[in-house]
Structures are given as C-alpha cells and as structure tokens.
C-alpha cells in the first residue's frame, strides 16, 4: 500500500511540475511577443518623427532658398 501512495504521488508531483513548466514557458513565449511589439511602436514612432523632423527641414530650407 505505501509503494501505490508513494508512486501517486510521485506521478502527482510530476504531473504538476510538468504543469508549470508548460505555464512558465507560455508565459515567457507571451512576454517575449509584447516586448517585440513594444520594440515594433517604438521604431514606427521613431520613423514617424525623423519623417515629420525632415519634412520641417525641407520646410524650412524652402522657406529660406524663397526669399
């Protein structure tokens, strides 16, 4: 009768451990996809204001060559 429990048991634990391995790994898999998209905003947000930070230099340097 011990032998069962303690092999119960044993295959419990493993089966738990199993478990939270499998959670643990989801949840790095989701952190490492919000932190690429994270990484995706901020480049979009980058090109956008180099384009907006040329696009008022060419303003300017127009503005300047008109006169």
Excluded: F, P, W, Y
Aim: aromatic letters at 0%; proline letters at 0%; hydrophobic letters at 35%.
């Amino acid at each position: 009768m011990k032998k069962l429990t303690l092999l119960a048991l044993t295959l419990s634990a493993l089966s738990v451990g199993t478990g939270c391995h499998r959670n643990t790994r989801e949840s790095a898999k989701d952190d490492m996809e919000q932190a690429g998209d994270k990484v995706e905003d901020t480049a979009e947000d980058a090109a956008d204001a180099t384009g907006d930070a040329a696009e008022k230099a060419g303003d300017k340097i127009e503005d300047a060559t008109d006169d």
